[in-house]
């Protein structure tokens, strides 16, 4: 069995730590203004999706999800048709891409079991489970252990770090290069010989980000708005394409 065999993921089952809440009164302090938005975060959340506490803070609201899904597609060449999610959390993004029908492939990598069981369970409940293959994995080593067989000729990367907690609100301007646990050019070294979606902060340096650009490329900067709030940005970037020695 190979190192990639051997990271697909199989049915995980809920844990202690996966929860549907239904009253608020169970609901922590800290997540209850999370708890109130849950509608727009899964509009099927009465049919029983879960979470865990920490996935409340970093899920991407389901309209801002469908949006992203279709920028992306709209953006990437037809001849790409794998699209691997870095950082699956509870399947916000994931189910949206899977539900566009845009991919062949959809790869969706998480390290925590937990969370990866809540992803599972709420991509069953969209009816896009069987659509994705689930990898439970560190998603750096996952790419490492695979360079040789991934084709970046037809693989895009999708990445929804975590953006070290809430706290990044207080930021005026985000720098990207002390976000934690990871930062933009570990996430950036890793995925940069395929094309790259980066969903990041709203308030997040577009200096940082512009750097990112390959030579004689743009990147496209898009603010995702519910409500007339801006709710996070996806930086688009094109693949740096190795020179020909």
Known sequence: ????????????????????YTRRSDVLWDIQ????????????????????????????????????????????????????????????????????????????IEKDPSVIACA???ANIYGVYEDITWVHDDSFSYLAANSSTIDPSRTVIFASP???????????????????PYSIKQIHDVCKGMDSAL????TSDLRQIAKLAPEEKKIEVVQYCMEGASKALVAYIPAVVPAIS
């Not at 069995?1 to 549907?20: G, I, N, Q, S």
């Not at 975590?162 to 934690?180: A, C, E, R, S």
């Not at 969903?199 to 709203?202: A, E, I, K, S, T």
Request: aromatic share 14%; glycine share 6%; proline share 6%.
């Open 199 to 202: 969903y990041l902060p709203r």
């Open 1 to 20: 069995m190979t190192d990639a065999e051997a990271t697909v993921a199989d049915y995980f089952p809920l844990t202690d730590e996966c929860h549907h």
């Open 120 to 122: 599972q369970h709420n």
């Open 33 to 108: 203004k999370y708890w109130a938005q849950r509608y727009s975060i899964f509009s099927l959340y009465d049919e029983g999706i879960n979470m865990t506490d920490d996935s409340w803070f970093g899920v991407t609201p389901e309209p801002v999800a469908n949006k992203v899904a279709e920028d992306f597609a709209a953006l990437t060449p037809n001849s790409k048709t794998v699209l691997i999610d870095m950082f699956a959390g509870a399947g916000g993004n994931v189910i949206a891409f899977a539900l566009s029908k845009r991919w062949l492939t959809i790869i969706a």
């Open 162 to 180: 975590p953006w070290g907690g809430p706290g990044y609100t207080t930021d005026k301007i985000f720098n990207l290069n002390t976000m934690y």
